[in-house]
């Protein structure tokens, strides 16, 4: 039985269920708005964007899995290509390019020019420090962690704080080798 | 450790009946191996309780897996010593394999998802339901926002499906 080849962003986007854009949009907003009530401080609700992302990447990994077919990466460039090809296709309609690699091949950044959670969106001034889209950093390192990637993901441009793209800085700390869980052996 | 009980293993089962009752039991396990999932459907030995049984069966998967990379005469990557810690993905991994009284299929997600089904012998190739298995898990429960990840699956409406489902299989 030849292995069944990894499916594209686009053919699954094409076959997931969708829900309209403004209320996928919306909610997001509603979210970070009740977190800025609740939270008061900027700081806290970038902390907890990316808190609640990480929860959704741990999760979002296995239906990636299932659903794409993508079996295993053979290097870290390999991981974020699928990332931004695959991964942001299915999940957000959007493609993602990968940029600035460093020389030993372990940052690079991830670059978005069509965000659809900021539609509608305009920091006031008293949310200069958010990070708005603060959830998809989350995701990201959550995603990665569950295979064993532990990664450090930070912006370094967004559209609303006045940069002309969306990038995100991904960095490869460390691959954690798979271990026996059991301490005693009996 | 004691391996086998006192009673008897017929050396071969009788052939499989015509479908859907051939499936022995199915465990699910995350990369620490917590069993997230148990069910049985046909197991009439028992020869450990349930925590050992289930410590056993991921011990074994994880040595096989050492040792059929260890013995993978195609790589010619670098290879640790028998036991090393490996990173995910990296070797090769068996499938199934069979005994002259079951047979055992195995698929792992990139994730750390293993899943294990032990049919009769004489089942075929179950890889792809093993998929499609993975697929129901991901359906209904990890997208259960109630459901604790790590955790053991209590989820009335995935027993009933991948009843129904390994039903159809095996």
């Known amino acids: 039985m030849p292995p069944v080849a990894p499916r594209s962003g686009d053919a699954i986007f094409a076959n997931v269920e969708r829900v309209n854009a403004e209320l996928f949009t919306l909610t997001y907003g509603a979210i970070v708005r009740q977190l800025l009530t609740d939270l008061e401080e900027v700081e806290e609700v970038n902390k907890q964007l990316d808190q609640m992302g990480y929860n959704i990447g741990i999760r979002l990994i296995d239906e990636f899995l299932a659903k794409s077919n993508v079996s295993r990466c053979n290097d870290f460039k390999e991981t974020t290509d699928v990332i931004a090809k695959v991964g942001f296709k299915m999940f957000l309609g959007v493609t993602a390019s990968v940029t600035n690699w460093d020389a030993d091949g372990t940052c690079c950044s991830i670059v978005l020019e069509d965000n659809p959670l900021v539609d509608f969106v305009e920091l006031p001034d008293n949310c200069q420090g958010l990070y708005y889209c603060n959830i998809l950093s989350g995701v990201i390192r959550g995603a990665l962690d569950m295979v064993s990637m532990k990664t450090e993901v930070t912006w370094l441009r967004d559209v609303l704080r006045g940069d002309d793209l969306f990038e995100l800085q991904v960095k490869l700390l460390k691959h954690v080798p798979e271990e026996y869980p059991y301490k005693d052996d009996e | ?170």
């Open chain 2, 1 to 170: 450790m004691q391996f086998f009980g006192g009673s008897e293993i017929s050396p071969s089962p009788p052939a499989p009946a015509a479908s859907g009752n051939n499936g022995h039991m199915i465990y699910v396990f995350n990369r620490n191996g917590v069993c997230l999932l148990y069910r049985e459907w046909n197991r009439p030995l028992r020869t450990l309780d349930a925590q050992q049984d289930h410590k056993l069966m991921f011990g074994l998967l994880f040595s096989l897996k050492s040792l059929t990379a260890k013995m993978d005469p195609t790589s010619a990557a670098e290879k640790g010593n028998l036991g090393m810690p490996q990173l995910p993905g990296q070797g090769c991994s068996f499938h199934s394999f069979r005994t002259n009284t079951y047979k055992l299929s195995f698929m792992e997600s990139p994730s750390g998802i293993k899943i294990i089904l032990v049919t009769h012998p004489r089942t075929g190739d179950l890889r792809e339901s093993l998929k499609r298995i993975y697929n129901l898990y991901v359906d209904y429960v990890v997208k259960n926002p109630l459901y604790t990840p790590g955790s053991p699956i209590r989820c009335e409406l995935f027993n009933t499906t991948l009843d129904q489902y390994v039903r159809g299989i095996a």
